[in-house]
């Protein structure tokens, strides 16, 4: 009788995968905290291209790197803002298992002079924004200043802190380490005993606070890339304006805005999550009309242009709020003037007064806040106010410091935040000025 082999064992099953760890969102008291931020490393999820600044600022913020790093490259162009902030990343940050960054500094310091930096990256992108091109290269320069005096006095703690926690360990271990036997712990001898719980081991701990289940909110889906393809979009417009390739307005940044959100918006109709889209369109749609404007086209205030042929039609004061003031005397004979006293007051504004070349005359320029004064071959500019005394004396060349005692003309011109100008009529940069017939416009 012929026995049958045995049948093959079955195949062991195996294990199942292990869950992907879910990570939890960030709270609001850890995204204000930048002291915890850390630049990435080649072996982190995240990657590293450069110096994993983009990574670290993305796992911090705990959204996409692609579109980190697409803000980054972009927003170079508008004022340089994106480098601002990579640099201070840079040399702030430390790399993940390590404590100090390129310039060490205390984690309150870091957390510190990130967000001045941000700030600085802000200020840069609105200046760029509305005009100004110029990179903040003084505010900039302070920080550095700062930062290294920080880094200079986190160091001298740190030393004068080692010798007295070198001094202050138990004697016991020639390491510094406290001894473990048991006369060097008296409460170690006395034991304590706890009465058992009436629960199962295990099962249930009154002491223990139950902790809500961790159910994270599913993130957008087309969130991130709308903003990224809208940052992509930006940067296009903007590197075409500053290379004067095609002529880009204002209106173009808001209306491409609004093509991509609606876009997106239509796309998540069908396919993903675009939540916070409609939001970000609602703001587009709101610049757009505001980016219509021209501001040239504005009334800012008064302008005041006066020529006045004779003493007589020559006020004493002129005082306005916002605008510029021309007030010609060239035509009058500085005879007739007989030490004349005229006062301009400007709250904001430009004042400009043209004098005879055959006039002795004092000039007394006062600025408030911020502005500057040119007296005839003397000018200033200073911020914090100042007072500028000059007297040009008929028959010589040029002026000199302080008030004339037999002027023909005391002119005292007073602005808050402006420019005072006083030229003699034949002065080149006059001649725009004398040319024209008396207008007055309010």
């Known amino acids: 009788m012929t026995i049958p082999p045995a049948a093959p064992p079955p195949p062991t099953p195996e294990p199942p995968a292990p869950a992907a760890e879910e990570r939890p969102r960030p709270s609001g008291e850890q995204l204000r905290n930048l002291s915890g931020l850390r630049r990435t490393t080649h072996a982190s999820a995240e990657g590293r291209h450069i110096a994993g600044v983009a990574g670290g600022i993305a796992r911090h913020f705990d959204v996409d790197p692609l579109l980190v790093r697409v803000l980054l490259a972009v927003s170079v162009v508008f004022g340089g803002a994106g480098g601002i902030v990579y640099a201070a990343v840079w040399l702030l940050v430390p790399e993940d298992g390590h404590e100090d960054g390129v310039i060490p500094v205390g984690p309150p310091a870091r957390n510190l002079f990130l967000w001045i930096a941000g700030g600085v990256a802000a200020i840069s992108l609105l200046s760029d924004a509305f005009g100004d091109t110029g990179v903040p290269w003084f505010w900039l320069a302070v920080v550095a200043v700062i930062a290294l005096w920080y880094a200079r006095r986190d160091k001298r703690d740190r030393r004068r802190g080692a010798a007295p926690a070198a001094a202050s360990a138990p004697v016991g271990d020639p390491t510094g380490h406290?001894?473990?036997?048991?006369?060097?712990?008296?409460?170690?001898?006395?034991?304590?005993?706890?009465?058992?719980?009436?629960?199962?081991?295990?099962?249930?701990?009154?002491?223990?606070?139950?902790?809500?289940?961790?159910?994270?909110?599913?993130?957008?889906?087309?969130?991130?890339?709308?903003?990224?393809?809208?940052?992509?979009?930006?940067?296009?417009?903007?590197?075409?304006?500053?290379?004067?390739?095609?002529?880009?307005?204002?209106?173009?940044?808001?209306?491409?805005?609004?093509?991509?959100?609606?876009?997106?918006?239509?796309?998540?109709?069908?396919?993903?999550?675009?939540?916070?889209?409609?939001?970000?369109?609602?703001?587009?749609?709101?610049?757009?009309?505001?980016?219509?404007?021209?501001?040239?086209?504005?009334?800012?205030?008064?302008?005041?242009?006066?020529?006045?042929?004779?003493?007589?039609?020559?006020?004493?004061?002129?005082?306005?709020?916002?605008?510029?003031?021309?007030?010609?005397?060239?035509?009058?004979d500085p005879k007739t003037f007989e030490g004349r006293d005229l006062a301009i007051?400007?709250?904001?504004?430009?004042?400009?007064?043209?004098?005879?070349?055959?006039?002795?005359?004092?000039?007394?320029?006062?600025?408030?806040?911020?502005?500057?004064?040119?007296?005839?071959?003397?000018?200033?500019?200073?911020?914090?106010?100042?007072?500028?005394?000059?007297?040009?004396?008929?028959?010589?060349?040029?002026?000199?410091?302080?008030?004339?005692?037999?002027?023909?003309?005391?002119?005292?011109?007073?602005?808050?935040?402006?420019a005072i100008n006083v030229y003699t009529e034949s002065d080149p940069r006059a001649a725009r000025f004398t040319d024209s017939t008396e207008v007055v416009t309010p």
């Open 178 to 332: 406290p001894s473990s036997h048991p006369s060097n712990h008296p409460a170690a001898a006395q034991r304590t005993s706890y009465l058992p719980a009436p629960w199962a081991p295990g099962s249930y701990d009154p002491h223990v606070s139950l902790a809500p289940p961790n159910r994270r909110r599913r993130p957008p889906l087309l969130f991130g890339r709308a903003v990224a393809v809208a940052a992509l979009v930006m940067g296009v417009l903007g590197l075409l304006d500053v290379l004067d390739r095609v002529p880009v307005p204002n209106s173009a940044y808001p209306a491409a805005l609004l093509v991509v959100f609606g876009g997106f918006l239509v796309l998540g109709a069908f396919w993903g999550r675009a939540g916070g889209l409609i939001f970000l369109g609602l703001i587009a749609l709101v610049a757009l009309p505001l980016t219509t404007v021209d501001p040239s086209t504005l009334e800012t205030g008064s302008s005041i242009e006066a020529h006045p042929r004779s003493v007589a039609a020559l006020e004493s004061s002129y005082e306005f709020g916002v605008g510029a003031i021309v007030l010609d005397t060239s035509a009058i």
């Open 345 to 418: 007051t400007s709250s904001f504004g430009e004042i400009t007064v043209i004098v005879p070349d055959d006039a002795t005359v004092s000039v007394e320029a006062k600025v408030g806040a911020l502005g500057e004064a040119q007296i005839f071959d003397e000018k200033r500019t200073d911020l914090g106010g100042f007072t500028m005394e000059r007297s040009r004396v008929a028959g010589e060349e040029g002026s000199r410091p302080g008030l004339a005692d037999a002027a023909d003309l005391r002119l005292t011109a007073t602005s808050d935040v402006g």
